[in-house]
């Protein structure tokens, strides 16, 4: 059983976490109005800026669970570019790394006035990785060569890629996350050069006072060679005070492991449901999303929390705001 055991636990608990050492992983705060978190070319989209800080925390029963912290900020500098940064912090264990990326991106007006959303924009971003590995705590009767018992700490430099379109209430976005193929010289036995990830989404805002959009995310890791898929569904409706917001996500992975059961063998893949609530009041976003992982094999019970604090300036003229009901787009 250990035989099939163990690549289904490397499969789901890995493939959740070892993430979270090939820059920012991608979970599902994209859906808080932070697009740009995932996308650079998304960096000034609108009029004027926003700004988002996210917290994430998994199993929080479990000891040095997976965390995640990011800071970022993105605004229109002219007529057709905009430029961001983002900040992150992202622990599992023993390993952690800490970052800082810097975004330009181009916009290009295809047809209509300021007031028509109909752009095709190009973003650049480059960044800087500390990660670390803590071996202070491997302890062992007889020395191990492996292990050096200090924490050790190098520096990556990799770059992203990012295209959109967006048109009225449509939007395609595709993305190439890691290009360069940078060694980090962190662990003795194996070192992943390949951390590329493409990234291909689409999405339409159906409706007026009350909003249904529709979206797909589709996630390909070059290196694992692993395939996921998210479909969301989210509902906005304004009110006196804002707009209140709330959907669901659904992500599957192409790719499963085998386990053995009493009756023979069973294949499981990686299933994620997360629902997300949000709210809008003035320049100000709150929003909280939940993720719950099914199956029969699970490494905890527990779930995944997030919340998205998100701050929008620079839009409050309404002749600034395009003619359209895109949340992306539109403060």
């Given amino acids: 059983m250990r035989r099939y055991l163990t690549p289904l636990i490397l499969t789901l608990f890995f493939g959740l976490a070892i993430k979270a050492q090939e820059g920012i992983p991608v979970y599902f705060d994209y859906l808080a109005d932070n697009y740009y978190l995932v996308y650079p070319s998304m960096a000034g989209i609108s009029e004027g800026g926003k700004i ?3 917290a994430r925390k998994q199993w929080f029963n479990v000891d040095e669970a997976p965390s995640l912290q990011t800071l970022n900020a993105n605004f229109r500098v002219g007529q057709r570019s905009g430029i961001g940064g983002i900040l992150f912090n992202d622990s599992n264990g023993y390993h952690s ?6 975004t330009y991106a181009h916009h290009l007006q295809l047809a209509g006035d300021f007031r ?10 480059t960044g800087i990785i500390l990660s670390s590995l803590d071996e202070t705590e491997f302890v062992s009767v007889i020395p191990d060569p492996a292990v050096s018992g200090v924490k050790n700490t190098v520096s990556y430099f990799n770059v992203d890629l990012g295209v959109s379109y967006n048109i009225f209430e449509f939007y395609a976005h595709a993305a190439i996350l890691n290009i360069l193929g940078s060694g980090r010289d962190l662990y003795t036995l194996a070192e992943f050069d390949n951390l590329r990830r493409y990234l291909f989404s689409v999405g339409y ?10 979206s797909v995310l589709l996630q390909m890791t070059d290196f694992t060679k692993e395939t996921t898929l998210d479909i969301n569904a989210k ?21 499963g492991a085998q386990f053995q059961t009493d009756g023979g ?17 003035n320049n100000f976003m709150f929003s909280y999303n939940y993720s719950y992982q ?3 094999i699970r490494f905890d019970n527990g779930g ?15 002749g600034k705001r395009y003619d359209c009901y895109c949340p992306a787009a539109n403060n």
């Fill in 52 to 54: 988002r800080l996210t």
């Fill in 97 to 102: 790394q800490t970052g800082f990326k810097a």
């Fill in 116 to 125: 028509t959303l109909n752009q095709l924009s190009f973003g650049l971003s």
């Fill in 205 to 214: 805002v159906f409706g007026n006072n009350t909003r249904i959009e529709p």
């Fill in 235 to 255: 509902v906005y409706r304004d009110v006196s005070f804002g707009t209140v917001w709330a959907g669901l996500s659904y992500r599957r992975s192409f790719d």
């Fill in 265 to 281: 063998f069973g294949e499981q893949r990686l299933q994620l449901f997360t629902p997300i609530v949000g709210v809008n009041i």
């Fill in 294 to 296: 099914s199956g029969d």
């Fill in 304 to 318: 995944f929390h997030q919340i998205t604090l998100g701050y929008d300036f620079g839009q409050s003229d309404q």
